[in-house]
């Protein structure tokens, strides 16, 4: 007489078939991750893209009804661009909680509440900045990060709790372009005349079209002092970032000069001088001081990534 086999139920996984699933796992994220992040920072390139378009629209909306384009760079009134072009973004509301005859301008503490309101659009999605930034004493060139403004006045003490803070502004516009930079495109032609440096710019004083003219570019990482390949961010103990002052907010004069550099290394970059000297070494992503400046991925895309044009 014969009886069937008994076949024994396994319970469990061995040692080896477990770490064998475990590689296959791994081996399978690591092919995957890559994908993951180009989709991304694809995602992160068409919010750019459309950010700039917005603003673009909005400016020449603004110019439609005022006949100019609103000025980024005024002596007088104490704000920028940006708080002119609100009501063209869908931000009237907001508009109209800025108070523009404040003593401290922008950086008044009646004006705190607009200026800590996170607006998605004018923030760059590969920013890794990504909470509001205290306001500094507005800086000129030749000057480092300068004294924090507060709700009495300045302070040196970065831990001060009364120092006044805003969102940042990754997309701004030129107010100049510095000579070796823009000889370096051109060693021919005349210098360009950005036309939102003055009062009332228009469109009639763009001369060689309005296809050929830049008017928002990335310059992005503010209050921190990126610079690539020497250190993304420099550490904390750099102070050459030039112009990192209340301009860096949205609310303020958020415009720079365009500017080339030289190529420095750990050792050789200057940090003992507050403005870094101009160069043409290195034009795009090469410092977050006076420079065009993102953080995607390096490439011939980021054209289209950083620059919006008035078409």
Not at 40 to 65: G, M, P
Not at 92 to 113: H, K, M
Not at 207 to 222: I, K, P
Request: hydrophobic fraction near 40%; proline fraction near 9%; glycine fraction near 10%.
């Amino acid at each position: 007489m014969s009886y069937p086999r008994l076949h024994r139920i396994r319970g469990a996984l061995t040692l080896i078939e477990l770490l064998v699933v475990i590689a296959i796992l791994a081996l399978l994220i690591g092919l995957l991750l890559p994908a993951v992040q180009k989709v991304r920072e694809a995602a992160a390139r068409l919010i750019c893209q459309n950010s700039l378009k917005q603003l673009a629209l909005a400016a020449h909306n603004y110019h439609d009804t005022n006949t100019s384009f609103p000025s980024a760079r005024p002596s007088s009134p104490q704000y920028g661009h940006m708080v002119l072009l609100l009501p063209y973004i869908e931000q009237g509301n907001l508009a109209n909680r800025f108070s523009p005859t404040a003593p401290g301008g922008f950086a008044d503490p009646i004006n705190q509440g607009v200026a800590n309101t996170r607006l998605p659009l004018i923030l760059g999605p590969s920013n890794p900045v990504k909470i509001p930034i205290k306001m500094r004493k507005s800086s000129k060139t030749g000057t480092s990060y300068g004294a924090f403004i507060t709700a009495t006045g300045i302070t040196t003490d970065p831990n001060d709790p009364t120092i006044l803070t805003g969102w940042g502004m990754d997309y701004w516009v030129n107010h100049a372009i510095s000579k070796p930079t823009y000889t370096l495109v051109n060693p021919t032609g005349g210098a360009p005349n950005p036309i939102l440096k003055g009062t009332r710019p228009t469109m009639a004083m763009v001369t060689d079209g309005l296809s050929n003219t830049t008017l928002f570019l990335e310059h992005a990482g503010y209050d921190r002092h990126y610079v690539q390949g020497v250190g993304m961010p420099m550490p904390d103990t750099d102070v050459t970032l030039d112009q990192p002052g209340a301009w860096g907010t949205w609310l303020g004069w958020c415009a720079f000069q365009v500017q080339g550099y030289p190529t420095y290394t750990p050792a050789t970059y200057p940090t003992n001088l507050s403005n870094i000297p101009s160069g043409t070494d290195c034009a795009i992503n090469c410092n977050n001081s006076q420079g065009v400046f993102g953080f995607h991925p390096g490439g011939p895309m980021w054209r289209w990534e950083t620059v919006a044009f008035a078409s």
